[in-house]
Structures are given as structure tokens and as C-alpha cells.
């Protein structure tokens, strides 16, 4: 008997207000979710959340932090700042608007 993969949606913590996590969800049909931060234990903004699917529904229950993914994300991001700033990221909006000028 083969044994059937859990189907579970990834979201990334987008931010914290007040006693509410904004969620975003990572894949391509994107979109945001509201839940209660007492929910939502142990969160912090830019967090990786993986909730395993019941059916057609989301088992918040059974959410679970991914602590590699989120540092992979971090360090990608480091990684993209390092890049900017080597090419000159600190130039002011008008500049990159207008480079002629």
C-alpha cells in the first residue's frame, strides 16, 4: 500500500498587529490570512508557517514553524542587500528614475 504525501500550504508571517499575524501565502495563489496571534504560538514577523490541509480545509491546529526555510530567506536576503550595495542601491529614487538627467 503506498502511502500518500500531506498536502500542506505554506505562509510567510508578514507582520504582527496588535493581537493579530498577517499572514501571506507563498504560493501562486497568494492572497493574505488574518488569525489571532494567541493562535499562533511562538510566531515572529518573517517566520515560514506550513498548515497541513484536512480535506479542503486548513488544520491550524496542526501548524508548524519551518526554522530552515526561514533561514534560507534571511540569508538569500542578506545576500540580495550585499548585491545592491555593490552596485550602488544607495542612490536616491530620482536617480534610478532618471539616470540621464
Not at 24 to 44: F, K
Amino acid at each position: 500500500m503506498a502511502t500518500q504525501k500531506k498536502k500542506t500550504v505554506t505562509f510567510s508571517v508578514d507582520r504582527i498587529e496588535g493581537d493579530r499575524v498577517i499572514l501571506e501565502r507563498d504560493d501562486d495563489e497568494g492572497g493574505y490570512i488574518e488569525r489571532p496571534l494567541a493562535s499562533m504560538r511562538g510566531v515572529r514577523e518573517g517566520a515560514i508557517v506550513r498548515v497541513p490541509m484536512v480535506g479542503t480545509r486548513l488544520n491550524w491546529a496542526g501548524a508548524m514553524m519551518d526554522r530552515a526555510k526561514a533561514a534560507t530567506r534571511a540569508s538569500m536576503g542578506g545576500e540580495r542587500m550585499a548585491q545592491m550595495r555593490e552596485r550602488g542601491g544607495r542612490r536616491s529614487i530620482a536617480d534610478r528614475m532618471y539616470p540621464e538627467m
